[in-house]
């Protein structure tokens, strides 16, 4: 055994040739290479005791590493049996007794036999023969130098990697030492070292070199890539959630914080709701800006605002269609008293848009005077069908902005009454009722005919625009009902796609029975009384509706029949009484308004005064003719809201005075003498037609004869300069409103004969029907010649006389 005292560099190494018997150093997770110099960490007692013995007594020593690094105390067979020679250097003994020794790699050596168990593993070992390349051989230098480079780009790539021990091996020339070195630097598991070690030949030893570190290399980069990857996008949500952070701190300086709340429950809101995809697209944009904004800054409301039309418009959300008919038709029956045409129509129209399973089609539209049911007809289709049911009045629309709405670069833009109608029921398929189309006005802010033309036309409807929505609304699943008290204003285009349903006045005996089973149990519920505490019999609603109101419909009834309740509750609710029986001497204290009189009796009084029936959009009336004579020449002067065709009968009856005087008892020249004034009361509503044309000739021939028209007989029909009486329209609701009015006697034109069909049978019989065909009948009836007394006109000739 042979020393090296001076042996301090690993390429000054000894080595033995022959056999030798060494102590044996097991190692855990090391494998160590010949030249080497490291300090080892040694606990096991054995092995204290062992290096110290070598250290004492220079003895070389052969380590070898453990296959399994968990076993404790290995014996031969748990130790790889070739490993490297090694010369302890110095011995340090660490504060808690365990040694820290520097031992330094000699080289290479087999295990042969073990020699003795205790006090440590001692055995005979051979060294290992190994060829020392040299650095001039072409292959050794170019593995090499491969080497280096790759150790230098390791260097790049491990920072922190021991510049010192780099240095060394760096400078290492000789090729063997070199690799050794590279060996025992590399990182590489147990298995692979020692594979390393046991490596004979140095070209192999390189190449296995250069494979390894190229493998580290690799991984490495591949490790930097991903790290600069992840490092990257720690960096960028970094950044983001840093400029958040100081966007949020900014905007809590400027008191806006609680607007990124609102913004974030916006935007929960959008995703919670089902929308089309094109909303939902216009929808987020906005949503973006909005973010983006500052409270302050006008537009902010705009858009927030705009953004909550877009949410709360009920995209998808409708109610399921109850179409069957029999239903319907109870709901119709429960809530209408008659209009038994109008329910039947209503009905086919439900069938067939059940049978075609379709609910687009012509619009409904009901037609008649005020107060007929239109606007609760469609109330109950509504229920009945199970859906949802909004109304609006067209009534003096004029701006097209107001069906459509408005763009909203306008302050205060909002979206047209079709749109907010449908918000406010809160599904996309209602019962949209559109009051009074008969109406809407035109001017120049355009024509609102045209927007509703596009509400209603089941063609275009499915994308309907509303300037201030900007994105389309389907509409096509809106039932629309329209309601009118005519068709006369109704523009042609727009008639054409509804389907009219006219719905006429009532009688009497109708509106009692509406009264006493609809309107009185509907205000009784309304006032909190029960049927038992309110007693009132027909005739006392009949009282009500002869004395209190003059109408086509049930309005007015239902108000005096609210008076009546309210009163009744009064009396019971002050305990004066328990129930209160209502009589017609009674009607006066609950009810304040003016009373009706039948007033026709009192106001003929004088020649001169006739009284005509007339048609309106609310239903018939009746309405009185007077004229008047003054001294003068030939004036003619026509006040009371006159139009034009009723001035022009004005002018056709003069002429056929004058052209009959003689027959007609008038003097001839009575033109040249007198002005004539003829007045139509009710001088505020304009009145207009030609159907006045027989009242306005009899009331100028009894203001020119004297003769007192009969106070109980009304009249219509045009004229003409030859004296014929043409037909006119309207005569149902003429006839009703005669009715009403308390008249006996009704003469028209002959050729309306046909209409009196329509004519409620309980009607009929209480008046008598003159027809007429020509003016001196007119005359004959209207104007009885002195003497000629009838039960109805004897106070009207009394009259006549007392003036005469
Ligand atoms: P319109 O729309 O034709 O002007 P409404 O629908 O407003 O008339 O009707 C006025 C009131 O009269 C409502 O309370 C309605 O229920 C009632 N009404 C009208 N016609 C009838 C009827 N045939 N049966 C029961 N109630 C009726």
Redesign the pocket.
Known sequence: MQENDQAQQGSQMTRETGQVNVPILPLRNIVFFPGQIMPLFVGRPSSVRLIEEAHQAQRPVLVLTQRDSSVDSPHTADLYTKGTVVRVVKIYTMPDGSKSVVVQGQYRAEFLRMTDEEPYLTGDIQPLEEEIPSIEDVEVSALVSNIRQQLKKLEQLLPDSNPEQLNLIMNTQEAETFAFLVAAMLNLPVPEKQELLETMDMKEFLNKLVVALSKIIQRQELSQKIQAEVQDSINKAQREYFLREQLRAIKKELGEEKDQLEVDELKKKLEDIDMPEEVREVAEKELNRLSVMSPAAAEYGVTRNYLDWLLEMPWKVSTEDNLEISAVKKQLDT?????ENVKNRILEFLAVRKLKNDMRGPILC?V????????????SIAEAMGRKYVRFSLGGVRDEAEIRGHRRTYIGALPGRVIQSIKKAGSNNPVMVL?EIDKVGMDFRGDPTSALLEVLDPEQNVHFSDHYLEVPFDLSNVLFIA?ANTLDTIQPALRDRMEIIE?PS?ILD?KV??AR???LP?QREEHGISGKQLVMSDDVISDIIDRYTRES???N??RKLADVCRGAALRIAEGKAKRVTVKKEDLPDYISSRKYYPEVAERITSPGIATGLAWTPVGGDILFIEATKMKGKGRLTITGQVRDVMKESVQAAMSYISANAKELGVPENFRDTLDIHVHVPAGAVPKDGPSAGVTMLTSLTSLLTGRVVRNDLGMTGEITLRGQVLPIGGIKEKVLAAHRAGLKAVMMPKRNEDDLKEIPESVRKEITFHLVERMDEVLEIALPKKGRKSESTKKSVETREENS
Do not use: A, M, N, W
């Open positions: 809530d209408h008293y008659g209009l009901f008649g005077p005020p107060g007929v049911g239109k606007t609760s007809l469609g109330r009051d309601t719905i009532y109708e029975h509406i089973q609809h309107l509907k419909g049930v309005r009834l239902e």
